[in-house]
């Protein structure tokens, strides 16, 4: 089973940045074959899946409203996933977090809070 802890949540201004990271453990848990995503709970909101990442990297997709803002990346030898976010906005205020497999019904760490705000 997979345990994951997600962290680099903050505060950020409108138009800041933030990366987070995801690290991957668990016994029997083989990281690199496995699709990993990122997802978000805003306050009184529903989990909405970001984007989503090929074990190997190579494909991805990610949701319209941040496609050209949020990137998703991966290192299998670290067994890391990384969100870079770029120009954020308020209404990325939301409680972050990684999730095994493609899409938002995977196993979920903790989260990481991410607030923007002015």
């Known amino acids: 089973q997979v345990q994951l802890v997600e962290s680099g949540g903050g505060s950020v201004t409108p138009g800041g940045s933030i990366r987070l990271s995801c690290t991957a453990s668990?016994?029997?848990?083989?990281?690199?074959?496995?699709?990993m995503s990122w997802v978000r709970q805003a306050p009184g909101k529903g989990l909405e899946w970001i984007t989503s990442l090929t074990a190997d990297g190579s494909y991805g997709k990610t949701l319209d409203s941040v496609k050209s803002r949020f990137t998703m990346s991966r290192d299998n030898a670290e067994k890391k996933l990384y969100l870079q976010m770029d120009n954020l906005r308020v209404e990325d205020t939301a409680m972050y977090y990684c999730?095994?497999?493609w899409g938002k019904g995977g196993t979920r760490g903790p989260g990481t809070q991410v607030t923007v705000s002015s």
């Open positions: 999730a095994e497999g």
């Open positions: 668990g016994v029997g848990f083989d990281f690199s074959s496995n699709a």
